[in-house]
């Protein structure tokens, strides 16, 4: 009897410990590094990070976690983790690159303080700092990764290119830094599935081709070659390098370049592309300051672009410099971009299309969708703004909504939006409720149509300068309700009934509310309440201006990307001065409001330190001062677009 009993223990206790066996191996497990020294583990697989010297280090514990089972966690304390094991391209996490090949989070203390690196400086470094394979899943927080530096030339294998990060999986960085990296295929990052950017900056990373082949290099911040997502989200592009050193070499997309064999998603919200620099040799040129996006034959592939700003990029170097913000569009497939609440200012190009070049090669279509954006400030020798471009038989279309392009200058033609189609392809550009204003170049201050289709609704161009067609040159279709302010050059044909020209009486570019700035129609313009409510998409289709307040205002709408609403009355500035920032109010002070002209009212405050401005014209900048014998206080700046309340000022 006993010995049954003694049998059946025996079982269940094997049974148990088979069970926490199997528990503990698919279970998650968590590794705290405690050194930096780059060491391997001494037993990989026994769930224990223990190198030779009974350390855990950062590859020791990538290796155990590659060889335990389950989504594992790495504790990575502040310091800095240098590479100094020595192996070429092995995925096997022995030396060189650390390789994860599992599941796995890497919690960092913070971007400042952990660093992840292949060399001590930038340059050195015979490999890259972080490989991601065979599809695992990785979330990698509080880092920084630099200095990796991955071939000096373009070979064909995909395992020479990433800098950085080389990501065969799906990667997350929340909260990183990837800077001061190299590679001709990604200086930063090459992204060969699925990865999320949060918070993160791309900075200082380099895409170079050095060597003597004439071949191109792509992605000084990131490429990716993936049919994947690719999401950024409140994160930085700067200072990122795509250089092709060689006669005809080029580098394409400073920032990010991307292509999909099988089609790609791109979302960016909330995020900066700023000075990022594409330039080569020769005939090779800079192509795409910030992001140079192509779409592959047979595919289709999707990029927006939200609440997000664009500028001070550069396409330069060679003779195809193009796209110093962007470049792209379709070999065969089919692309979409949408453009929404972004400010795409500031970036030049040393050719062509200080914006966006926008390039169908397919016979695919090609289209890009601008919705509350604003265009200001880019420059190149040809088209400042935008050129849309089918060189192939597709079609390729821009939709401009409630948007403004301003201050964009060319010297030569195009100073805003340009249209040029082949015999065989299609192009096709819309605008409505649309500003175009401010902008310079030699032919076509504004608008300049060599051949396509460009269409005007509920559209200002005014106040552009060229030495032919100074607001329009060419021919372009209305479709009613537009303002021109000078049709010298132009051929206007299509609905006119209602267009108007002269002067719009805009005023400067500024902050008249909502994320992006714009030209106001200042009091008496020309342009206010002219399209009846439910007229030509007035309050119907279109039902807010770009800054997001509802058309129309009164009965009818007004023309351009501001919607103003009533034109008689005034508003209101009020608020207080105080003697101290206790909360007492300073009585008989003066405030003076000073307009752009010049003109001054005055005001003197009363009981509580209180002021107001009765039937200020909104549309205007304003400068609010206080004068007080014992107190000095700073002026205020304000842009008024309705009534200004609780305006505060406490002594210096």
Same mark, same amino acid.
């Given at each position: 009897?006993?010995?049954?009993?003694?049998?059946?223990?025996?079982?269940?206790?094997?049974?148990?410990?088979?069970?926490?066996?199997?528990?503990?191996?698919?279970?998650?497990?968590?590794?705290?590094?405690?050194?930096?020294?780059?060491?391997?583990?001494?037993?990989?697989?026994?769930?224990?990070? +223990?190198?030779?010297?009974?350390?855990?280090?950062?590859?020791?514990?990538?290796?155990?976690?590659?060889?335990?089972?389950?989504?594992?966690?790495?504790?990575?304390?502040?310091?800095?983790?240098?590479?100094? +094991?020595?192996?070429?391209?092995?995925?096997?996490?022995?030396?060189?690159?650390?390789?994860?090949?599992?599941?796995?989070?890497?919690?960092?203390?913070?971007?400042?303080?952990?660093?992840?690196?292949?060399?001590?400086?930038?340059?050195?470094?015979?490999?890259?700092?972080?490989?991601?394979?065979?599809? %695992?899943?990785?979330?990698?927080?509080?880092?920084?990764?630099?200095?990796?530096?991955?071939?000096?030339?373009?070979?064909?294998?995909?395992?020479?290119?990433?800098?950085?990060?080389?990501?065969?999986?799906?990667?997350? +960085?929340?909260?990183?830094?990837?800077?001061?990296?190299?590679?001709?295929?990604?200086?930063?990052?090459?992204?060969?599935?699925?990865?999320?950017?949060?918070?993160?900056?791309?900075?200082?990373?380099?895409?170079?081709?050095?060597?003597?082949?004439?071949?191109?290099?792509?992605?000084?911040?990131?490429?990716?070659?993936?049919?994947?997502?690719?999401?950024?989200?409140?994160?930085?592009?700067?200072?990122?390098?795509?250089?092709?050193?060689?006669?005809?070499?080029?580098?394409?997309?400073?920032?990010?370049?991307?292509?999909?064999?099988?089609?790609?998603?791109?979302?960016?919200?909330?995020?900066?592309?700023?000075?990022?620099?594409?330039?080569?040799?020769?005939?090779?040129?800079?192509?795409?300051?910030?992001?140079?996006?192509?779409?592959?034959?047979?595919?289709?592939?999707?990029?927006?672009?939200?609440?997000?700003?664009?500028?001070?990029?550069?396409?330069?170097?060679?003779?195809?410099?193009?796209?110093?913000?962007?470049?792209?569009?379709?070999?065969?497939?089919?692309?979409?971009?949408?453009?929404?609440?972004?400010?795409?200012?500031?970036?030049?190009?040393?050719?062509?299309?200080?914006?966006?070049?926008?390039?169908?090669?397919?016979?695919?279509?090609?289209?890009?969708?601008?919705?509350?954006?604003?265009?200001?400030?880019?420059?190149?020798?040809?088209?400042?703004?935008?050129?849309?471009?089918?060189?192939?038989?597709?079609?390729?279309?821009?939709?401009?909504?409630?948007?403004?392009?301003?201050?964009?200058?060319?010297?030569?033609?195009?100073?805003?939006?340009?249209?040029?189609?082949?015999?065989?392809?299609?192009?096709?550009?819309?605008?409505?409720?649309?500003?175009?204003? %401010?902008?310079?170049?030699?032919?076509?201050?504004?608008?300049?149509?060599?051949?396509?289709?460009?269409?005007?609704?509920?559209?200002?161009?005014?106040?552009?300068?060229?030495?032919?067609?100074?607001?329009?040159?060419?021919?372009?279709?209305?479709?009613?309700?537009?303002?021109?302010?000078?049709?010298?050059?132009?051929?206007?044909?299509?609905?006119?009934?209602?267009?108007?020209?002269?002067?719009?009486? +805009?005023?400067?570019?500024?902050?008249?509310?909502?994320?992006?700035?714009?030209?106001?129609?200042?009091?008496? %313009?020309?342009?206010?309440?002219?399209?009846?409510?439910?007229?030509?998409?007035?309050?119907?289709?279109?039902?807010?201006?770009?800054?997001?307040?509802?058309?129309?205002?009164?009965?009818?709408?007004?023309?351009?990307?501001?919607?103003?609403?009533?034109?008689?009355?005034?508003?209101?500035?009020?608020?207080?001065?105080?003697?101290?920032?206790?909360?007492?109010?300073?009585?008989?002070?003066?405030?003076?409001?000073?307009?752009?002209?010049?003109?001054?009212?005055?005001?003197?405050?009363?009981?509580?330190?209180?002021?107001?401005?009765?039937?200020?014209?909104?549309?205007?900048?304003?400068?609010?001062?206080?004068?007080?014998?014992?107190?000095?206080?700073?002026?205020?700046?304000?842009?008024?677009?309705?009534?200004?309340?609780?305006?505060?000022?406490?002594?210096?």
């Amino acid at each position: 009897m006993n010995k049954v009993v003694n049998r059946a223990l025996n079982i269940l206790l094997m049974m148990f410990f088979v069970a926490m066996v199997s528990i503990n191996t698919a279970s998650a497990a968590t590794f705290v590094v405690n050194t930096t020294n780059d060491t391997l583990d001494a037993s990989p697989g026994n769930g224990v990070c +223990l190198d030779a010297a009974g350390a855990c280090s950062l590859r020791a514990a990538i290796g155990e976690a590659n060889a335990f089972a389950g989504d594992d966690v790495i504790t990575l304390p502040a310091g800095t983790y240098t590479q100094s +094991l020595v192996a070429a391209d092995d995925d096997a996490n022995s030396g060189g690159d650390w390789d994860i090949t599992s599941n796995i989070t890497i919690n960092g203390s913070g971007s400042g303080t952990t660093i992840i690196q292949a060399a001590v400086t930038p340059a050195t470094a015979t490999e890259r700092v972080m490989h991601v394979t065979n599809t %695992s899943t990785v979330l990698m927080v509080g880092v920084t990764i630099r200095n990796g530096n991955k071939a000096s030339t373009l070979a064909a294998a995909a395992a020479t290119r990433g800098g950085g990060i080389r990501n065969s999986g799906s990667l997350t +960085l929340q909260n990183c830094i990837i800077s001061g990296n190299n590679s001709p295929g990604g200086g930063g990052i090459r992204n060969e599935l699925n990865i999320t950017l949060t918070g993160t900056t791309v900075s200082g990373n380099s895409c170079l081709n050095n060597s003597a082949a004439t071949v191109s290099c792509f992605g000084g911040g990131m490429y990716s070659n993936a049919t994947g997502t690719i999401t950024i989200s409140n994160s930085t592009f700067t200072g990122n390098v795509a250089n092709g050193f060689n006669t005809n070499s080029a580098g394409f997309g400073a920032g990010m370049g991307i292509e999909g064999a099988g089609g790609f998603t791109l979302n960016i919200t909330g995020s900066n592309f700023t000075n990022n620099t594409a330039q080569g040799t020769g005939t090779g040129g800079g192509v795409g300051g910030a992001i140079r996006y192509l779409a592959a034959a047979g595919t289709t592939s999707n990029i927006t672009i939200t609440n997000s700003t664009i500028s001070g990029n550069s396409a330069t170097s060679g003779t195809i410099s193009t796209g110093g913000a962007m470049q792209g569009g379709s070999v065969g497939g089919t692309v979409t971009m949408s453009i929404t609440d972004t400010t795409v200012s500031g970036n030049s190009s040393a050719v062509n299309e200080g914006a966006i070049a926008h390039i169908n090669t397919s016979t695919g279509p090609s289209t890009i969708n601008i919705l509350r954006s604003t265009f200001s400030g880019n420059s190149a020798a040809s088209i400042a703004g935008i050129r849309n471009n089918p060189t192939g038989t597709g079609i390729s279309t821009v939709n401009v909504t409630n948007s403004t392009f301003s201050g964009n200058n060319a010297t030569g033609a195009g100073g805003a939006i340009n249209s040029l189609q082949t015999t065989a392809g299609t192009s096709v550009i819309n605008l409505n409720f649309a500003t175009i204003a %401010s902008n310079t170049s030699t032919q076509g201050g504004g608008i300049n149509n060599v051949s396509g289709t460009i269409n005007l609704k509920n559209t200002i161009v005014g106040d552009n300068t060229a030495a032919t067609g100074p607001d329009i040159s060419g021919t372009v279709n209305s479709q009613d309700f537009n303002h021109i302010e000078n049709t010298s050059g132009a051929t206007i044909g299509g609905a006119t009934g209602n267009n108007a020209t002269g002067d719009a009486g +805009l005023l400067a570019l500024a902050n008249y509310g909502g994320p992006t700035q714009t030209h106001f129609p200042g009091v008496g %313009s020309a342009v206010r309440n002219t399209i009846p409510n439910g007229t030509n998409d007035c309050g119907n289709v279109i039902t807010n201006d770009q800054r997001g307040v509802s058309r129309p205002q009164v009965a009818s709408c007004d023309k351009g990307s501001v919607e103003v609403g009533a034109t008689a009355a005034g508003v209101t500035i009020s608020g207080r001065a105080f003697s101290s920032t206790d909360g007492r109010g300073l009585t008989g002070a003066i405030v003076r409001l000073t307009d752009q002209k010049g003109s001054v009212r005055t005001v003197v405050t009363g009981r509580l330190g209180s002021f107001t401005f009765e039937d200020v014209q909104p549309g205007q900048t304003y400068v609010v001062s206080v004068s007080s014998r014992r107190f000095n206080f700073t002026p205020r700046v304000i842009q008024v677009v309705d009534n200004v309340v609780g305006l505060e000022f406490v002594p210096e």
